[in-house]
């Protein structure tokens, strides 16, 4: 199925992965997840060839995922795909935040994964997380001024010491949201070949000043984070010291069905 070209006022009537614009060319399209009202959007951007995710993915969406009443009424079951078990009382999953349009907090780089195999299952169109260079080409350029950085990204200037709903700030150039500030977000290959467990993460947080929010700065996955996890192995599903940690997540037209 193909959309015309996709208009701010005419988007929330275009479902279909692979959207096109009139002269064929790739458009943003919105995704629905089967067997709940949650949808998000993926904006296409031509110079990373493939769609991203308009916002760092949000409780809405993750906690689908989670069913930690284990009813399974979300496609597909926990037959299917592993899922999380629930993070101890002690550490809230949204640090008492709140959940709904907050960006989802504290996931492991693996669970960030599953999460993407459990969404791929659910809706047919392969998800993934984007690569560092992926990353680094929607992301764009430093904005020139720390005015800009602090219109643009939550930090600790404005961020009120926690996560914001996402959308709020401007859009990068690409039409993104939040790629700066609000989460680190988790990129498909590790930090470096000697560890390949070991997580990379780009993008800064609202812990960080605006002066150190820099698109070209690298954040090894620190296994210190996991220490007040009682579990063993510790961090598979949850990081206790990891109100930081997000992802977003891309797909490219290889992965349409």
């Keep these: 199925m193909k959309c015309a070209a996709i208009l701010t006022l005419s988007l929330a009537a275009c479902h279909a992965p692979g959207a096109s614009h009139e002269d064929g060319a790739p458009g943003n399209y919105i995704q629905a997840i089967r067997g709940s009202k949650v949808e998000f959007e993926m904006v296409w951007v031509e110079s990373a060839e493939l769609w991203v ?46 959940a709904g349009q907050r960006p989802a907090v504290g996931m492991s780089w693996n669970a960030a994964q599953k999460y993407c195999a459990w969404l791929s299952a659910n809706t047919g169109v392969t998800y993934r997380l984007p690569t560092e260079k992926e990353w680094e080409i929607f992301a764009g350029p430093r904005p020139t001024d720390m005015q800009s950085i602090i219109t643009q990204a939550w930090c600790a200037e404005n961020s009120n010491e926690r996560t914001q709903e996402v959308g709020q700030k401007p859009p990068n150039a690409n039409g993104l949201h939040d790629v700066l500030g609000n989460l680190w977000e988790y990129c498909a290959n590790p930090y470096s070949a000697n560890d390949v467990e070991q997580g990379v993460l780009r993008g800064g947080s609202w812990q960080q000043p605006a002066a150190s929010i820099d698109p070209d700065e690298r954040l090894a996955f620190d296994y210190d984070w996991t220490l007040r996890d009682p579990n063993y192995p510790p961090g598979v599903w949850w990081i206790p010291d990891g109100p930081h940690l997000g992802f977003r997540i891309v797909c490219t037209t290889a992965s349409m069905p």
Excluded: M
């Excluded at 995710?53 to 906690?63: C, S």
């Design 53 to 98: 995710g308009k916002h760092e993915v949000t409780w809405d969406e993750y906690l689908l995922y989670c069913d930690f009443e284990q009813d399974n009424g979300i496609p597909p079951g926990a037959d299917g795909v592993t899922k999380p078990s629930k993070p101890l009382d002690w550490t809230p999953y949204d640090r008492d935040w709140g």
